[in-house]
């Protein structure tokens, strides 16, 4: 048996295997951890008071699983703050998190902000526009951790189908992984083609792991995770969760080629500083696309930076709060 399937086997698991959520607590407790989750935002006021009500009556009054739902946002200008206020989360401004280090927008930016804000040995970080929240979406992901102690990271995976006008489409979605990252992983880090679905949004990850490395405040903050947390670890490191299914709004071809330019730009880097590639090559910036408009094709030109946050450990400020 190689070591890829020995780790399809001992490292990939079902939601259901955590579903005693009692249990999950009575062993969190004896081990005196705490659980925070996360749900980063961008103008999610449609689902995001949903997901709150979900996760905190089953898994804050019911079972004390989680100790914390927050909120960190990018500056909608919707009503997502104030719903989720209303339904009883923390809520906080990205810009308003380490505001002296100045404001980047990006998912990325916000992940990297709820290692400072929030207080668990374990952050959960659960994307904001899931139609069938269901709890198993932390206690699947947690559970790993909570009764693995050699495992650091656990990445969700599930039957992504399409929404298409209200109808739902049984398979589809993941286009990004299987067209991109995929084909990348294989060419340079197979071992990392064991991981179903390694751009997914929902994760769980100890804190001690999170502050470590650096994030990308934008497209390619989860390649980069994967990435640098199986050089510093290696494979055994990770586990994943079989959630069954997600329905979430999907993305459009050109957002997600906006998307795959930035996770490649961040796979770039990653080659450079292994040491797999030459420092000598030099990327655009510059992302070039086209639209049909009036019958006519119109060339569209977008810049893509991936800047970086460093790892939340080097930060004095961060030191500081840690210590008190």
Not at 11 to 31: C, G, M
Request: include cysteine; aromatic fraction near 10%; charged fraction near 25%.
């Amino acid at each position: 048996m190689s070591k890829v399937e020995r780790w399809l086997k001992h490292n990939t698991f079902h939601h259901s295997l955590f579903a005693d959520i009692n249990s999950l607590v009575k062993e969190k407790k004896r081990q005196e951890k705490t659980i925070s989750l996360c749900i980063p935002t961008l103008n999610e006021e449609k689902t995001i008071g949903k997901e709150i009500v979900v996760f905190r009556s089953a898994l804050i009054e019911r079972y004390p699983l989680i100790d914390e739902i927050a909120i960190i946002d990018s500056g909608s200008i919707d009503k997502t703050m104030e719903v989720a206020h209303a339904f009883g989360a923390d809520v906080y401004q990205s810009k308003d998190i380490l505001p002296h280090l100045g404001e980047k927008k990006g998912k990325g930016e916000n992940l990297w902000k709820a290692i400072y804000q929030l207080k668990g040995d374990i952050i959960v970080y659960i994307d904001a526009d899931i139609k069938n929240i269901h709890p198993r979406f932390v206690y699947g992901l947690v559970g790993p951790l909570i009764y693995h102690k050699e495992i650091k990271y656990v990445k969700a995976f599930y039957d992504r189908p399409l929404s298409d006008a209200g109808t739902i489409q049984p398979s589809g979605g993941g286009r990004v992984t299987e067209i991109l990252v995929r084909p990348l992983f294989s060419l340079f880090f197979p071992e990392l083609t064991a991981i179903v679905q390694p751009l997914s949004g929902e994760y769980a990850v100890r804190r001690e792991v999170l502050e470590a490395i650096p994030f990308p405040v934008g497209y390619g903050v989860e390649t980069s995770h994967i990435i640098d947390v199986h050089t510093l670890f290696g494979l055994n490191a990770f586990a994943q969760t079989d959630l069954e299914r997600r329905v979430h709004r999907n993305q459009d071809t050109q957002r997600l080629g906006k998307m795959s330019f930035g996770i490649l730009k961040v796979f770039w880097a990653r080659m450079i500083k292994l040491g797999l590639v030459s420092q000598d090559a030099v990327l655009t910036e510059k992302l070039r696309q086209f639209r049909v408009m009036e019958q006519k094709y119109e060339l569209l030109e977008f810049d893509i930076t991936e800047e970086e946050r460093p790892p939340m450990i080097d930060l004095p400020e961060y030191e500081k709060r840690i210590s008190q």
